[in-house]
Structures are given as structure tokens and as C-alpha cells.
């Protein structure tokens, strides 16, 4: 076997077990209505996250500490928040949107959050064209490393 060959399965196999290690949780959406009812910009925090090569970053995030959510049983879960939550909206035309958990607040019935980290892209959606909504830790390696309460 040639050195690229092994290179390739081993990037193929190490692929494969970060994909299954990524489990899906799914929120209902009168769920997601009811733990973000109380969640606008105002109720914001300040949080510094580090991420995978020494990038620092500063800003306003919402304050859910733990997701209440259910996985593919529909058996209860609390997923605690990090920076590397990802949430995907699917709507009723089976359009994904993809934010970053921490960086979405409910304004009315829209969703607004950013989608990037390092652009600031900020989209807003219904909810109520929501027919599906998952959360999953994407593993990127970001972690908070200091949250404060906003003035």
C-alpha cells in the first residue's frame, strides 16, 4: 500500500467517525417558541469564545445555558450551549437555514441571528414557516472562555 493511499483511507475512516459522532437533537417548535418567549436583543450577554487555533472572539450571545430538546426517540435531552451549537431551520419549502445557537434571538415570530463568526452575516426567518428545527454540536472547537451579563 503507498503512502497516499493510507493518507486517503485514514482521512476517509477519521471523516466517517466525526460524522456518527455528531448526534442530531431535534427541538419542537412551540418548544423552541416557549424557551426563547422571553429572549430578545436587550437580554443579550457578553461572551469571549477561544477556537480551534488560538482565535479569539467577542460578542453578544443569548443567555440559554441548556437546550431543551429531544434526539431521534423523541426521549427528552438537555443539550448544554456552547459557541460550536450549530441549529438548522428547515421551512416549508425545505429551505435549511444554518446559525450558530448561541448568536440567535426570537424578535416577535422572526429568528434573527448571525451565520458566520468572522462575517457578519445576519439573516432573519420566520417561525412560523418552520416545519423542522435540529441542533447539533458541530465540534469545531470553540469553547467560552469568560460570559458576562449585559448591561
Given at each position: 500500500?503507498?503512502p497516499?493511499?493510507?493518507?486517503?483511507?485514514?482521512?476517509?475512516?477519521?471523516?466517517?467517525v466525526f460524522?456518527?459522532?455528531?448526534?442530531?437533537?431535534y427541538?419542537?417548535?412551540?418548544s423552541?417558541k416557549?424557551?426563547?418567549?422571553?429572549?430578545?436583543?436587550?437580554?443579550?450577554?457578553?461572551?469571549?469564545?477561544?477556537?480551534p487555533?488560538?482565535?479569539?472572539?467577542?460578542?453578544?450571545?443569548?443567555?440559554?445555558?441548556y437546550?431543551?430538546?429531544?434526539?431521534k426517540n423523541n426521549?427528552?435531552f438537555?443539550?448544554?450551549?456552547?459557541?460550536?451549537?450549530?441549529?438548522?431551520?428547515?421551512?416549508n419549502s425545505?429551505?435549511?437555514?444554518?446559525?450558530?445557537?448561541?448568536?440567535?434571538?426570537?424578535?416577535d415570530?422572526?429568528?434573527?441571528?448571525?451565520?458566520?463568526?468572522?462575517?457578519?452575516?445576519?439573516?432573519?426567518i420566520?417561525?412560523n414557516?418552520?416545519?423542522?428545527?435540529e441542533v447539533?454540536?458541530?465540534?469545531?472547537g470553540?469553547y467560552?472562555?469568560?460570559?458576562?451579563?449585559?448591561?
Amino acid at each position: 500500500m503507498t503512502p497516499m493511499i493510507f493518507v486517503r483511507i485514514a482521512l476517509f475512516i477519521l471523516t466517517f467517525v466525526f460524522v456518527l459522532s455528531c448526534k442530531t437533537y431535534y427541538i419542537p417548535i412551540e418548544s423552541f417558541k416557549e424557551q426563547f418567549k422571553d429572549i430578545d436583543s436587550a437580554d443579550l450577554r457578553l461572551v469571549k469564545i477561544m477556537g480551534p487555533i488560538g482565535y479569539y472572539a467577542e460578542y453578544m450571545a443569548n443567555p440559554l445555558d441548556y437546550i431543551k430538546c429531544v434526539d431521534k426517540n423523541n426521549n427528552a435531552f438537555e443539550l448544554k450551549n456552547s459557541p460550536s451549537i450549530e441549529i438548522r431551520f428547515t421551512d416549508n419549502s425545505n429551505k435549511r437555514t444554518i446559525y450558530y445557537f448561541d448568536r440567535i434571538f426570537l424578535q416577535d415570530t422572526l429568528i434573527i441571528g448571525d451565520m458566520s463568526r468572522f462575517i457578519r452575516i445576519r439573516k432573519s426567518i420566520s417561525v412560523n414557516d418552520l416545519k423542522l428545527i435540529e441542533v447539533q454540536d458541530g465540534r469545531k472547537g470553540y469553547y467560552y472562555i469568560e460570559q458576562k451579563v449585559a448591561n
